[in-house]
């Protein structure tokens, strides 16, 4: 038996063994990167305290890790905006969806937002390892932070588009 050689998702680069599942319709990842993080979403759907403390965060850091591709400039901005809400203003969690609502309203002024030219070494592999442990909470919020540092050269722009609360 010959074992899949990993594959580097399109978005984060973590290696991944190719996967004949559906990937996503304009989220930049690899079929195989979408299929693991929706095993940490299944996590944070079935346990309240998990979706409440960090759900937001996942979504916000996993689709900020995978721009580009058909991936919507608009959804990186917002989902940028909703990682400088929850880690430089610290706006509570259950107060991201709709801010991110008021913000999808919103035109984006200049040029796309460059991602990144190298990520931290947190992927959707350490999302997957500690979902559902008691561990989770805190892979995500490193996760997050880790993917929001990786985009310090836009948080100028990020921050003037979320405007005052």
Known sequence: MTRAVPVPCTGCGAPLPP???PGHRYVNASPACWERYGLVLAAEYSD???FGTCHELSVDAYIAQHPGGAHPTRSVVVHLAGLH??????VAPARIPAERARLVQRVWDGPDPHPPVA????TVLDLVAAAGTDRHD????AYATEVWHAWAHEHARVAAFVGRL
């Open 19 to 21: 996967s004949d599942a």
């Open 48 to 50: 309240p305290v998990l």
């Open 85 to 90: 809400l929850a880690l430089d203003r610290e």
């Open 119 to 122: 990520w931290g070494p947190l």
């Open 138 to 141: 805190a892979v995500v919020r």
